[in-house]
Antibody, heavy 115, light 113 residues
Framework: QVQLQESGPGLVKPSETLSLNCAVS????????CSWIRQTPGKGLEWIGD???????NYNPSFKSRVTISVDTSKTHFSLKLTSVTAADTAVYYC?????????WGPGTLVSVSS | DIVMTQSPDSLAVSLGERATINCKSS????????????LAWYQQKPGQPPKLLIY???TRESGVPDRFSGSGSETDFTLTISSLQAEDVAVYYC?????????FGQGTKVEIK
């Protein structure tokens, strides 16, 4: 089964850009649709957006002006960028396989927004 | 956005007894092209990511014990654990995939009585 692993800074300053990667292993990345989902105590699970292996991205309008999801040209990982972060963006960020339901998840990475 | 509302927020069930979790969507999630309900259920244990249990409202993911079952249609759905085991203590979430943005319920915490 596919395995996913998030990576990136655990601390980001307010107004800066949060950048995370999701490495995919256990199969061909061309089989996957990567979604980014975050979890906070206050808002629970929030779908941020997704991208197909060929680069077609779909975003949650709540984030659309700030978010970019991409797949690298070598197709070994997916990326999430969220600009102009605030404390409200402090969350555990997950990448997950799937666009409808999510059948494999990374372990998640905690990102704190603080000066 | 489709709002998903779960009830109850928490429940305590004796080992071996039935646990029932409800999920209500703010609009129908029937996918007309195949007449299936676009609803998934997840289990999340502390410190772990959610784990897919059920999709299309009633299709069990491979490897999920058959004590977990999903039912319902249109806007009202149920996850049933027929005989609660100690390892089932977790928070359970429903999620609609009828449209984007995908949205989740707020979660139901299941504990042992």
């Amino acid at each position: 089964q596919v395995q996913l692993q998030e990576s990136g800074p655990g601390l980001v300053k307010p107004s800066e850009t949060l950048s995370l990667n999701c490495a995919v292993s256990g199969g061909s990345i061309s089989s996957y649709y990567c979604s980014w989902i975050r979890q906070t105590p206050g808002k629970g699970l929030e779908w941020i957006g997704d991208i197909s292996y060929n680069g077609y991205a779909n975003y949650n309008p709540s984030f659309k002006s700030r978010v970019t999801i991409s797949v690298d040209t070598s197709k070994t990982h997916f990326s999430l960028k969220l600009t102009s972060v605030t404390a409200a963006d402090t969350a555990v960020y997950y990448c997950a396989n799937g666009t409808r339901w999510f059948d494999s998840w990374g372990p998640g990475t905690l990102v704190s927004v603080s000066s | 956005d489709i709002v998903m509302t779960q009830s109850p927020d928490s429940l305590a069930v004796s080992l071996g007894e039935r646990a029932t979790i409800n999920c209500k969507s703010s609009q129908s999630v029937v996918y007309r092209s195949n007449n299936k309900n676009s609803l998934a259920w997840y289990q999340q244990k502390p410190g772990q990511p959610p784990k897919l249990l059920i999709y299309w409202a009633s299709t069990r993911e491979s490897g999920v014990p058959d004590r977990f079952s999903g039912s319902g249609s249109e806007t009202d759905f149920t996850l049933t654990i027929s005989s609660l085991q100690a390892e089932d203590v977790a928070v359970y979430y429903c999620q609609q995939f009828y449209t984007t943005p995908r949205t989740f319920g707020q979660g139901t915490k299941v504990e042992i009585k």
